[in-house]
């Protein structure tokens, strides 16, 4: 039997460089040879309140981009959250094991919990005080949803109603991912079964990719502003490679390399041949560089992996009678084991029907 593998992406907005390589193009890989489950956290996307008139065509958007990217509905099983229902149901009878407090000290929950309270990040263990008082005080007035605060149990549903052994997920999702083994863990021993398998990270071997904006400093999100989408048209991309941002230039040979135009390279190198990051490695340690040929080289090296992306997400938005049949069949197929697992669980918790 093949390993089960879940993930998810949450559904705010288009996928964008950093998700292909981080993983869209891992999920193409693991189609191959694993039993795998991915879907669209829509649920998970409320937790930061959406406008409702944009949320479901973000869904129809990411789904599209999911199969533009070779994401195959006849190998992998691609769902929408929502669409199993059996996934809040469990996520009820899950949080009577789960704790408040393991809850609040997860740092995805105090992040956010910060920003909805409008607490600047200062000092770690204030900010901690900060956010109890204001969100339990007696006389506080703000609110943080309970959704936010539970969001790490909703996820490890998504995984254990599955069954699943492995979750390729990043470095920011590590911690969901401690806490759901810790769940499968708590709930197995609690009432003496063997029902959740403990889910683990799933890594190529390689080292995970890391892949940087085009700002010059940290790694590409949606929330930085220093993006590349996989559907930007031609003149966008090129206009915002050819914007990035780099250095004075290097002034004497073999200096090191600064972090915008190593940025750069590292964005050639997943999507450039060797040669050619190599000739721009030596034209910077003899000077010779040229940003503006080496954007210009990149901005098409990038192209010849998006247009294709693009052209077909284009075709495949605009079929919508293809794509409900896609998440019409996913979501029967995830349902089958959904329900499987809940209906043990409910009788584990003991609660059975009398009819
Ligand atoms: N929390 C994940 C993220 O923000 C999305 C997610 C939801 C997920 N459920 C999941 C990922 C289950 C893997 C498995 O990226």
Redesign the pocket.
Known sequence: MKEVV?????STGNLHLGNYYGALSKFVKMQEDYDCLFFI?DL?ALTTHPDPRILHSNVQDILAEYLASGIDPEKATIFV?SDVPEVSELYLLLNMHVGIGELMRTASFKDKARKQLGIKTGNEKDDDEDIERQIIGTNSNKRVNAGLLT?PT??AV??LIQKAQK?P??K??EQ?LELTRRFARRFNSFYGVDLFPEPTNFNFGDHAVKVPGLDGSGKMGKSEGNCIYLVDDEKTLRKKVMRAVTDQGPTEPNQPISQPVENLLTLMELTSTADVVEHYRKAYADCSIRYGDMKKQLAEDILKITTPIRERYLEIRNNDVYISKVVKEGAERARERAAKTLHEVREIMGIRKFY
């Open positions: 879940v993930s998810g992406i949450r956290a998970h959250q969001y909703l996820m998504d995984i979750v997920v990043g920011d999702q969901h």
